[in-house]
């Protein structure tokens, strides 16, 4: 019997505890780095099904890997599990989390014992945490030959055109006096912080596509009547590539370190959030599992050029294990996810349908991988050339 075959079976037989668990994580959202149920629930079916699973890992409390085998090939379906606040899972993370499970149970059901590991590792915190990032330093990764995931959407794209991004505490400090008593004295932080914005503004025409900046104020006074002599800004940076980033936030810099200057307000830049680098598609493996789900009748195309879906710290991943992360649709593309309308169709008849494409997908592709000397070198070597 082909393997393809008794995965369409194997598939068929757990659809039901599939979809039980994706609408059980629907209904208690999380949001990041507590995400406790969610881990609980997810490590507990892998131990049932003679899963390794090592909790906490890379010290944080809701992350997991869940092991299957010891030697050979090793794949990995990172499972995302937390929820947006105020929103749920308005991104669709409960959809994510079932699709890896599945095909991780799947995978091991199907290759009875053959060589290789089958790895599904607990990822929290994608909504901000970079929980994947956090992982990634943590070693969490090493020794992976591929990383499967996909992404519910309004789009069914083979690849994700996912920025790098990170964020920045920007803050001003000058000298507080009475604005009309003894104007002359005060130093205005807050006037130093929107003159950023006004450069920053201008900086903002001259960007490469993909770029840019946007940012709030977060603290610029206490009292009309006081000259603010502290003012706080955070600025969420992107761009298309993790060294464009890098480039970027020395122009904020210079902008900042330049008004400071003028205004004689003292400056201080900082990091404030980690970073998400930017994805790197593996072809090799996107193609194969855009064929795999071509047999259930969701073709996938490539993005529309010049259409952003924001950033993910799957891209952290990329940059280190071949990886995919396509976007299949749960609703029409006249919607958005991170609305409360994508929470719906992120528990509807449609998204049960996408989630068992996915899953039957997914666990082909990791059989791919495994089986397959060749594949892996032309992924290998892929990941490469982005590199170079």
């Known amino acids: 019997m082909l393997p393809y075959r008794r995965v369409q079976e194997e598939v068929a037989r757990r659809a039901d505890a599939l979809w039980a668990v994706a609408s059980e994580l629907h209904a208690h959202p999380e949001t990041a780095f507590a995400e406790h149920r969610a881990a609980a629930l997810l490590t507990g079916e892998l131990e049932c099904a003679g899963f390794e699973v090592r909790r906490e890992v890379a010290g944080l409390p809701t992350a997991f890997t869940a092991r299957s085998g010891r030697d050979g090939p090793v794949v990995a379906f990172p499972l995302e599990y937390d929820a947006l606040p105020g929103l749920g899972h308005a991104c669709g993370h409960n959809l994510i989390a079932a699709a890896g499970l599945g095909a991780a149970l799947v995978v091991d059901a199907v290759r009875g014992g053959a060589g290789g590991t ?21 070693g969490v990764f090493d020794g992976v030959d591929a990383a499967l995931m996909f992404h519910p959407g309004v789009y069914d794209w083979a690849r994700a055109p996912l920025t790098a991004q990170e964020q920045y505490r920007v803050a001003f400090r000058g000298r507080a006096a009475h604005p009309t008593g003894d104007p002359t004295e005060g130093i205005d932080a807050l006037a130093a912080l929107i003159e950023l914005f006004n450069v920053l503004s201008v900086l903002g025409r ?26 706080e800004g955070r600025f969420g940076l992107r761009a298309l590539t993790t060294a464009a980033l890098d480039g970027l936030a020395g122009r904020l810099r210079t902008a900042a370190e330049g008004v400071a200057l003028a205004t004689g307000t003292s400056v201080t830049v900082e990091r404030a959030s980690v970073r998400y680098e930017h994805f790197r598609d593996s072809a090799a493996l996107s193609e194969r599992f855009a064929g795999h789900l071509d047999r259930a009748g969701i073709p996938l195309t490539p993005p529309v050029p010049g259409v952003y879906l924001g950033s993910s710290d799957i891209g952290n991943v990329s940059g280190r294990v071949p990886a995919i992360h396509p976007f299949v649709a749960i609703m029409g593309a006249d919607g958005s996810d991170h609305t409360p309308e994508f929470a719906v169709a ?10 068992l494409a996915v899953v039957e997908a997914l666990a082909c ?18 990941l490469r050339a982005t590199a170079a």
Do not use: C, F, M
């Not at 960007?207 to 006081?226: K, R, Y």
């Not at 592709?365 to 892929?382: E, F, I, K, N």
């Open 346 to 355: 992120a528990a509807s008849e449609r998204a049960r349908r996408v989630l």
């Open 118 to 138: 089958v790895l599904a590792v607990g990822t929290p915190a994608e909504e901000g945490g970079g929980g994947k990032a956090l992982e990634v330093a943590a």
């Open 365 to 382: 592709t990791a059989l791919d991988v495994l089986g397959d000397t060749d594949l892996r070198d032309r992924a290998w070597q892929g």
């Open 206 to 231: 001259r960007l490469p596509e993909g770029s840019h900046v946007q940012g709030i104020i977060t603290q610029g006074g206490t009292a009309t009547n006081i000259v603010p002599e502290y003012a």
